[in-house]
């Protein structure tokens, strides 16, 4: 990894937006790609927060810095990342972080690599109860339903969500993708979920495979 990007890393970690942005601007002055900037730098820092607020080294309000430095960075990159993208739509996806879980990013990158992909994609945001993830199934009958968590504690909520799916008669209509810093393939797979993707790139890609 660059020094820049290391640096960018860093400062993502401790919150410093403005000090953000310019990294990232001066990162793509250099020639480095979005892809490159999100997944070697973005995501890698918070992840790392992810973690140090799991195991209490540090406080909502410093995870909270670090988001909106996050978000602020994901912002300018936004346009490189949704370049890629078609006109026509590939499939419609709902897509959430589980109940009890304030993270977004992650799902904020999922939502904007997908939407470049060419998904129809309804965010419903983060802290998302089982009863809205059903309720948004049945009206929106989208082709899948994405859900992350961030923490150990909430994972649990993905199957949760799943088997209400399964008793409103909806689950066998829309696949289901999950993903998050504690989710692992094997994990996934013993839910019985359709598709796992460990970053935005393997979201998008399972999506196209789910919907092709």
Do not use: C
Request: charged fraction near 25%; aromatic fraction near 4%; avoid cysteine.
């Amino acid at each position: 990894m660059s020094e820049l990007l290391e640096e960018l890393g860093r400062e993502v970690q401790i919150g410093e937006v403005n000090r953000v942005k310019e990294l990232i601007s001066r990162a793509i002055d250099q020639g480095l790609t979005a892809m490159d900037i999100l997944e070697k730098s973005l995501r890698p820092a918070m992840e790392e927060v992810g973690r140090k607020f799991e195991t209490l080294e540090i406080y909502l309000p410093e995870m909270l810095q670090a988001a909106d430095a996050m978000t602020a960075g994901v912002e300018i990159l936004r346009p490189y990342l949704a370049s890629g993208g078609g006109e026509q739509r590939k499939g419609r996806i709902i897509l959430g972080t589980v109940q009890g879980d304030v993270h977004k990013i992650g799902k904020d990158i999922v939502r904007i690599m997908l939407e470049g992909a060419g998904f129809e994609v309804f965010d419903l945001g983060h802290d998302v109860s089982v009863s809205t993830f059903v309720e948004k199934a049945e009206e929106l009958q989208p082709d899948i339903v994405g859900m992350s968590a961030l923490m150990t504690t909430t994972m649990q909520n993905i199957p949760r969500v799943m088997s209400a799916l399964e008793d409103s008669g909806l689950r066998q209509k829309m696949k289901v993708i999950v993903g998050g810093a504690p989710v692992l393939p094997e994990w996934a797979e013993e839910i019985g979920a359709d598709g796992y993707g460990e970053n935005a790139v393997e979201a998008v890609n399972i999506s196209k495979k789910l919907v092709g």
